[in-house]
């Protein structure tokens, strides 16, 4: 049975970091030499929670409350849609009775 190769935290750390910035898997793979799926379960293992549950890079976290922000953004927009259009309706059907 072949032994497996470790690599160290930092080249793991680089990779993903060039990933992240827009790099290719398949770029990243011939230039570091290394498996497609290795570098997929590297950035995996950075931008979803550890076993213990804390993430492992700060810059995912970042992406993460920046992702919440603009889905709170959206929300409100949206229930000041809803709320407009239910306005709108209220008009519309009053007209009607006129």
């Known amino acids: 049975m072949a032994a497996h190769k470790t690599h160290s935290v930092a080249l793991k750390r680089q990779v993903v970091r060039e990933y992240l910035e827009g790099e290719t898997l ?9 498996p497609r799926n290795l570098i997929r379960l590297w950035v ?5 929670p550890t076993r213990d549950g804390e993430l492992s890079e700060a810059p995912a976290l970042d992406d993460i409350a920046a992702l919440a922000q603009t889905i709170y953004e959206c929300e409100t927009r949206i229930e000041a849609i809803e709320r407009l259009v239910a306005k709108r309706v209220a008009e519309l059907g009053q007209e009607d009775k006129e």
């Open 44 to 48: 995996d293992e950075d931008l979803y």
């Open 26 to 34: 398949h770029g990243l793979a011939r230039r570091h030499n290394l």
